[in-house]
């Protein structure tokens, strides 16, 4: 291609509303434009760059059966109805009537649709397992779009649905999606971890991983232990339970009611009375569908609120403002505690172990001490409701867990029945009895790892794409269009080079050489070949991306170092 009459609106400001180093570098070397809050358009070599990473996802997902399909973007929503996820889903859910007021939603998944298409279409186990994916534009209404093509509202992703007759069928293939989605991310170049995850809105029966890109931009914390491999998102990670090492109190010393005017938080009692925050019991109450829910944890610790949704089975929660907490426990928010509460309390593994804890006495300006779990309060309702901390012991070896930020760019989930239950799918087993399938989903989002891949590869001056989904493969850069020696030199490499099969973008532009070198290392192609003053010796100098030197070479060398990479393949 011939970067004068290419597509590439390089910019040298960084984008006002940029925030992500993906963001910033992408608007100013010309991949992507926005039209609204996230929503994009992919400008040409945005879009070769993505049709590359499409081509690997195509070429690993065929090689392990599966069969590419396409469904409809929009989505009657009866299925959603049907599944029961019309209103989980929330606002997130874009939805729209037709001239005749039937409802229809823009699919940001496709559990539904995929659902009834092979409840529909197949009749016998002898069909079975099936595998089946697409490559679509999805759409939810985000909040808050933010970090360019991390989090918008219209993306591209790949996702894809098993069926199966038993669950050891799932258990194959999901195991060699995992693999699959290895094979993918690893061809792509990006570092990755694989986690244990939570299933979210998708839902399902088994386990279920998330394919974590390192990155500091990163909105999920990675927990991962340097020894034995453990790997959990934060949402699901659990750390050994070690017992608390406070002293004991004799049974005979009782809980004592002390005034502590003004001091409401953590923070505030650890200063004010020269203790540590690992013997404070915190209690929160929180709104399950609708319902008060208290929970008592240390001090020193966050809850997770996925795993209270999980224990409770609970679709919705969120933290009950000042006058709900009066309303159902009486006291004052600042100061609750969790001795004779009139609701369920649910208790932390580590607040459970608390010996002799302080702790809210349900009256303003007053805190109770020497409270012991068991004794002064029930300690029925005791499970892992609190986030792991860094340094913490890992479940498995013991070892020191550590926190990494990462970019979501895959999840697997195994489903088990829980669309084909609500759906009514199912089919013919060995026997000739009707069985529900079981189902497994596998996603990836195709356009966030444009961003994902950007944020792993990039420095001061630009993009380093890896050569695997980089734009093109050599950026063959005349430094004068006006030297006949230098133009008939470049366009005799560009045509050999084409005919070797090579993507080249040549920049004819009548450009100064300081322009055209920034506009290379923004874009970030990954060998350049510049032609100059050497012209005339058949001499081009050669420049990896990821270099700051470059070497003169003939122009016989310099294709010889590009095809090296092809030699074996």
Same mark, same amino acid.
């Given at each position: 291609?011939?970067?004068?009459?290419?597509?590439?609106?390089?910019?040298?400001?960084?984008?006002?509303?940029?925030?992500?180093?993906?963001?910033?570098?992408?608007?100013?070397?010309?991949?992507?434009?926005?039209?609204?809050?996230?929503?994009?358009?992919?400008?040409?070599?945005?879009?070769?760059?993505?049709?590359?990473?499409?081509?690997?996802?195509?070429?690993?997902?065929?090689?392990?059966?599966?069969?590419?399909?396409?469904?409809?973007?929009?989505?009657?929503?009866?299925?959603?109805?049907?599944?029961?996820?019309?209103?989980?889903?929330?606002?997130?859910?874009?939805?729209?009537?037709?001239?005749?007021?039937?409802?229809?939603?823009?699919?940001?998944?496709?559990?539904?649709?995929?659902?009834?298409?092979?409840?529909?279409?197949?009749?016998?186990?002898?069909?079975?397992?099936?595998?089946?994916?697409?490559?679509?534009?999805?759409?939810?209404?985000?909040?808050?779009?933010?970090?360019?093509?991390?989090?918008?509202?219209?993306?591209?992703?790949?996702?894809?649905?098993?069926?199966?007759?038993?669950?050891?069928?799932?258990?194959?293939?999901?195991?060699?999606?995992?693999?699959?989605?290895?094979?993918?991310?690893?061809?792509?170049?990006?570092?990755?971890?694989?986690?244990?995850?939570?299933?979210?809105?998708?839902?399902?029966?088994?386990?279920?991983?998330?394919?974590?890109?390192?990155?500091?931009?990163?909105?999920?914390?990675?927990?991962?232990?340097?020894?034995?491999?453990?790997?959990?998102?934060?949402?699901?990670?659990?750390?050994?339970?070690?017992?608390?090492?406070?002293?004991?109190?004799?049974?005979?010393?009782?809980?004592?009611?002390?005034?502590?005017?003004?001091?409401?938080?953590?923070?505030?009692? %650890?200063?004010? *009375? @020269?203790? +540590?925050?690992?013997?404070?019991? #915190?209690?929160?109450?929180?709104? /399950?569908? $609708? !319902?008060?829910?208290?929970?008592?944890?240390?001090?020193?610790?966050?809850?997770?609120?996925?795993?209270?949704?999980?224990?409770?089975?609970?679709?919705?929660?969120?933290?009950?403002?000042?006058?709900?907490?009066?309303?159902?426990?009486?006291?004052?928010?600042?100061?609750?505690?969790?001795?004779?509460?009139?609701?369920?309390?649910?208790?932390?593994?580590?607040?459970?172990?608390?010996?002799?804890?302080?702790?809210?006495?349900?009256?303003?300006?007053?805190?109770?001490?020497?409270?012991?779990?068991?004794?002064?309060?029930?300690?029925?309702?005791?499970?892992?409701?609190?986030?792991?901390?860094?340094?913490?012991?890992?479940?498995?070896?013991?070892?020191?867990?550590?926190?990494?930020?990462?970019?979501?760019?895959?999840? %697997?989930?195994? *489903? @088990?029945? +829980?669309?084909?239950?609500?759906? #009514?799918?199912?089919?013919?087993? /060995?026997? $000739? !009895?009707?069985?529900?399938?079981?189902?497994?989903?596998?996603?990836?989002?195709?356009?966030?790892?444009?961003?994902?891949?950007?944020?792993?590869?990039?420095?001061?001056?630009?993009?380093?794409?890896?050569?695997?989904?980089?734009?093109?493969?050599?950026?063959?850069?005349?430094?004068?269009?006006?030297?006949?020696?230098?133009?008939?030199?470049?366009?005799?490499?560009?045509?050999?080079?084409?005919?070797?099969?090579?993507?080249?973008?040549?920049?004819?532009?009548?450009?100064?050489?300081?322009?055209?070198?920034?506009?290379?290392?923004?874009?970030?192609?990954?060998?350049?070949?510049?032609?100059?003053?050497?012209?005339?010796?058949?001499?081009?100098?050669?420049?990896?991306?990821?270099?700051?030197?470059?070497?003169?070479?003939?122009?016989?060398?310099?294709?010889?170092?590009?095809?090296?990479?092809?030699?074996?393949?």
């Amino acid at each position: 291609m011939r970067q004068r009459s290419m597509l590439i609106p390089t910019l040298r400001e960084i984008p006002a509303e940029a925030e992500a180093a993906s963001h910033k570098l992408m608007i100013r070397g010309g991949f992507i434009r926005p039209l609204a809050a996230g929503i994009y358009t992919y400008l040409p070599i945005g879009w070769r760059v993505l049709r590359k990473i499409e081509h690997i996802i195509r070429e690993e997902m065929d090689r392990a059966g599966a069969q590419e399909l396409l469904m409809p973007a929009m989505q009657p929503a009866e299925l959603w109805k049907q599944s029961e996820r019309y209103g989980v889903y929330g606002p997130e859910l874009i939805r729209l009537h037709d001239r005749n007021q039937r409802e229809f939603a823009l699919g940001p998944t496709h559990e539904e649709v995929v659902t009834a298409l092979i409840r529909d279409t197949v009749s016998s186990y002898r069909s079975l397992p099936m595998t089946v994916y697409q490559i679509q534009t999805k759409f939810r209404d985000e909040r808050r779009p933010r970090f360019g093509l991390l989090r918008g509202r219209e993306f591209m992703m790949k996702d894809a649905y098993s069926f199966a007759i038993d669950w050891e069928s799932l258990d194959s293939t999901y195991q060699s999606m995992y693999e699959t989605y290895h094979r993918i991310f690893t061809r792509c170049g990006l570092h990755f971890r694989a986690v244990e995850a939570d299933a979210g809105s998708i839902g399902g029966e088994g386990e279920t991983h998330e394919f974590m890109a390192l990155s500091d931009i990163g909105e999920d914390t990675v927990v991962a232990c340097p020894s034995c491999g453990y790997a959990a998102n934060l949402e699901k990670a659990v750390a050994l339970q070690q017992k608390q090492e406070s002293a004991s109190p004799s049974s005979n010393v009782l809980c004592e009611k002390f005034a502590t005017p003004g001091i409401k938080t953590i923070e505030q009692l %650890v200063h004010a *009375l @020269g203790i +540590k925050a690992e013997a404070i019991i #915190k209690t929160l109450v929180y709104i /399950a569908d $609708g !319902q008060p829910i208290a929970i008592a944890i240390r001090g020193d610790h966050e809850v997770n609120e996925l795993k209270m949704m999980h224990w409770l089975r609970a679709e919705s929660l969120e933290l009950a403002d000042e006058q709900t907490i009066q309303q159902a426990v009486g006291g004052p928010a600042g100061f609750i505690g969790p001795i004779g509460l009139p609701i369920k309390l649910l208790v932390d593994h580590s607040a459970a172990q608390i010996t002799a804890g302080t702790a809210g006495a349900n009256t303003t300006d007053y805190h109770v001490r020497n409270v012991v779990p068991g004794r002064d309060f029930s300690i029925e309702h005791v499970g892992d409701f609190r986030n792991v901390k860094e340094g913490e012991s890992c479940p498995q070896c013991s070892d020191r867990l550590k926190f990494y930020r990462g970019i979501e760019v895959g999840h %697997v989930f195994k *489903l @088990g029945t +829980k669309y084909s239950d609500k759906l #009514k799918a199912e089919t013919a087993d /060995a026997a $000739g !009895q009707q069985t529900k399938l079981i189902m497994g989903c596998y996603g990836i989002g195709v356009s966030r790892l444009l961003s994902a891949i950007v944020e792993q590869y990039h420095d001061e001056q630009g993009i380093r794409w890896p050569a695997s989904v980089a734009p093109f493969q050599v950026h063959l850069i005349p430094v004068s269009i006006q030297d006949e020696t230098q133009i008939h030199l470049a366009e005799t490499l560009y045509q050999k080079l084409i005919n070797l099969g090579i993507e080249v973008l040549m920049d004819d532009r009548e450009e100064r050489p300081g322009v055209k070198f920034k506009d290379a290392d923004l874009i970030g192609i990954p060998i350049r070949l510049v032609i100059g003053k050497k012209s005339n010796e058949g001499i081009v100098e050669y420049k990896s991306r990821t270099s700051s030197e470059s070497v003169e070479m003939t122009v016989a060398e310099a294709i010889e170092h590009i095809l090296k990479p092809f030699a074996h393949e």
